[in-house]
């Protein structure tokens, strides 16, 4: 407990803290493939979906998002649940591929997808550019843990 309580000082968020209240509104074999997914970063915008349903079921969102890392210190952070709609029309414009491999969305793509959605093209561009900023601190988040515990089995 210490060292989640430690890494959301950090502004490194707590993301054992947001599995574990997963598994308490959800059954333990799909939060442990969310926990795999978001410490590898392996997750696409079918799990980033998933992820807001979850949320939601798990209570109010400006509490879970105090343990999401890169979020957790940023000051004045609230939940803007219009945004968060725009942001599930714009994954739900996309098909299913595009939300497995989001990086075969080029322009033309983009555009459509904008367009379904009922939002500009430059939405589109800053949700996949949070979206990658995410998995990279999801994936930074998973190497730091493994890191630290690999300093512990040194010192044992």
């Known amino acids: 407990v210490p060292d989640r309580l430690a890494?959301?000082?950090l502004?490194?968020?707590d993301i054992l803290g947001l599995v574990e209240k997963a598994a308490e509104a959800f059954d333990e074999e799909e939060a442990a493939r969310m926990e795999r997914k978001l410490r590898t970063a392996?997750?696409?915008f079918n799990d980033f979906l998933?992820?807001?349903k979850m949320m939601r079921k798990m209570g109010p969102l400006e509490n879970l998002l105090g343990m999401?890392?890169?979020l957790s210190n940023m000051q004045g952070l609230s939940v803007d649940e219009k945004q968060i709609k725009r942001t599930e029309a714009i994954v739900l414009s996309m098909t299913s591929k595009e939300?497995?491999?989001?990086?075969i969305l080029n322009a033309?793509?983009?555009?459509?997808i904008a367009r379904g959605s009922g939002s500009s093209v430059t939405e589109v561009n800053d949700l996949l550019q949070r979206f990658n900023q995410m998995r990279k601190?999801?994936?930074n988040a998973g190497k730091m843990k493994k890191m630290m515990a690999q300093m512990a089995r040194m010192k044992n």
């Open 99 to 103: 939300r497995t491999r989001p990086d």
């Open 11 to 13: 502004g490194m968020g």
């Open 68 to 70: 999401i890392p890169g």
């Open 50 to 52: 998933a992820q807001f």
């Open 7 to 9: 890494g959301r000082i």
């Open 108 to 112: 033309r793509r983009r555009q459509r």
């Open 42 to 44: 392996s997750f696409d």
């Open 137 to 139: 601190m999801m994936k």
